[in-house]
């Protein structure tokens, strides 16, 4: 186990990103500081010494708290004002850091504000998989799990989010929502047009420096690694290997295909985080999945 003061500072260092989460999910100040202290209790009872990375642990389990009670207060509102106030002692508290970039872009301005709004009209589970996966770049192998469903469910809960985001949305919101999508696909297209030419730099600046590949197990007896972690290995593994993948749409995200006859074979999914890095890919070749992801290749582009 985990030293109690380690422990405590180590949460300490996430508890702004974590209370973002759980706003975004939730909607309001009082429920969000509630999931993150219950998230500190779980931690604190949780033997976590075989976490690599401690804040998408707790990203999760933030995610799990909150979505367990936002089915259970139903269809509850409330005030959504203005920007999270700093929270009264509670748990471990020494001198929590203040919130970064990332937590005063989603909590302060006139999209994040609309946004929210519209997020209330999600159902919990399509509400969580899209604040989890688009805001927070959690992968839907991780989202899985949370919402009790196959990663192929959980990236249709946040499609269908996402359309409807982009349909009932003020402007503002409608228009951060299609620079999202641009932006993915820019990151995307950089990633294999590096991957093609083995420019193994080039892949380190575009690849998140914890980022995780992983394959099913079909692809990995094709050939794949079942899981790789770390900028070095996912550029090793994939530099030269990209000539056969032809760019793809899967379901409304960018991503590419493997594809033999026009049947797709493999299939490329991507999460990248807001900083325009790719934090994880997922190598999907299972003939009994491939069917759900609604795959298009653009072969053109």
Request: proline content about 6%; charged content about 25%; cysteine-free.
């Amino acid at each position: 186990m985990a030293d109690p003061d380690s422990l405590a500072a180590q949460f300490e260092a996430h508890r702004a990103h974590l209370r973002g989460v759980a706003y975004r999910i939730l909607g309001s100040r009082s429920d969000a500081e509630d999931a993150v202290q219950e998230t500190w209790l779980r931690l604190s009872r949780t033997d976590v010494s075989d976490v690599l990375n401690l804040r998408a642990w707790l990203t999760t389990v933030t995610g799990r708290v909150a979505l367990n009670m936002l089915e259970s207060r139903g269809t509850r509102r409330e005030d959504m004002s203005g920007e999270l106030p700093e929270p009264a002692a509670a748990g471990p508290r020494a001198s929590a850091p203040p919130s970064g970039p990332e937590d005063e872009a989603l909590l302060g301005d006139e999209v994040s504000a609309a946004l929210q709004v519209v997020l209330e009209t999600l159902e919990p589970r399509e509400r969580l998989a899209f604040v989890l996966h688009d805001l927070f770049a959690v992968p839907f192998d991780e989202i899985a799990p949370v919402v009790d469903t196959s990663s192929a469910a959980a990236r249709q809960l946040a499609s269908r989010a996402r359309r409807r985001l982009r349909t009932a949305s003020p402007a503002p919101v409608a228009a951060s929502v299609a620079a999202r999508a641009d932006q993915q696909r820019e990151v995307v297209e950089a990633f294999f047009a590096a991957a093609r030419e083995a420019q193994f730099l080039a892949l380190l600046e575009i690849l998140d420096p914890n980022v995780v590949m992983r394959a099913d197990a079909v692809a990995a007896r094709m050939g794949a690694d079942d899981a790789l972690t770390g900028a070095d290995l996912v550029a090793k593994w994939i530099s030269g290997r990209a000539r056969g993948a032809v760019p793809a749409m899967v379901g409304d995200e960018p991503g590419a295909a493997w594809a033999v006859n026009g049947t797709v074979r493999v299939v490329f999914s991507f999460t990248v985080t807001e900083a325009g890095r790719i934090a994880a890919i997922n190598l999907i070749a299972d003939p009994a999945v491939l069917p759900g992801l609604d795959v298009v290749l653009l072969r053109g582009r």
